[in-house]
């Protein structure tokens, strides 16, 4: 599973290469990946909340925040702090062209389904309270 991960973040590094971001670009990829499991954490958050327990209300902005810097704190320890980032890039760069087709789908598939949990999650989660509320 680690070894995906690893796969996730060097495509989002050769991503943020391409796009020439301003900030660093292993910098660029972690924010990225962050973002996207807080994207994934906040929507299971909300369809578990919904579903099976309404009353519970843990989305303060403090809560928000703490979460996200969280995930940013981790994939600092995990990826930047002893540079284990240059590691995976030398080992991946260093696989077959089918292998690297098949990272980039499977980055790009990790994509596709977070955004499109967060939309299906979110309108799980509406319609639910909708229903709550109209007492059905």
């Not at 540079?83 to 260093?94: A, S, T």
Request: with cysteine.
């Amino acid at each position: 599973m680690l070894h995906l991960y690893n796969y996730l973040f060097y495509n989002l590094l050769l991503f943020t290469y391409w796009v020439k971001t301003k900030r660093t670009p292993e910098f660029s990829a972690l924010m990225f990946l962050s973002f996207l499991c807080f994207i994934n954490a906040v929507s299971a958050y909300s369809y578990v909340k919904v579903r099976f327990f309404p009353n519970l209300h843990l989305e303060t902005p403090l809560n928000v925040i703490l979460l996200l810097a969280a995930f940013v704190f981790v994939n600092y320890l995990y990826f930047l702090k002893n540079g284990r980032y240059l590691q995976i890039v030398e080992k991946l760069e260093n696989e077959s062209k089918a292998k690297k087709q098949l990272g980039t789908l499977l980055t790009i598939g990790f994509v596709v389904i977070t955004i499109y949990c967060l939309y299906l999650f979110g309108n799980q989660a509406r319609d639910l309270n909708i229903l709550k509320k109209n007492g059905l």
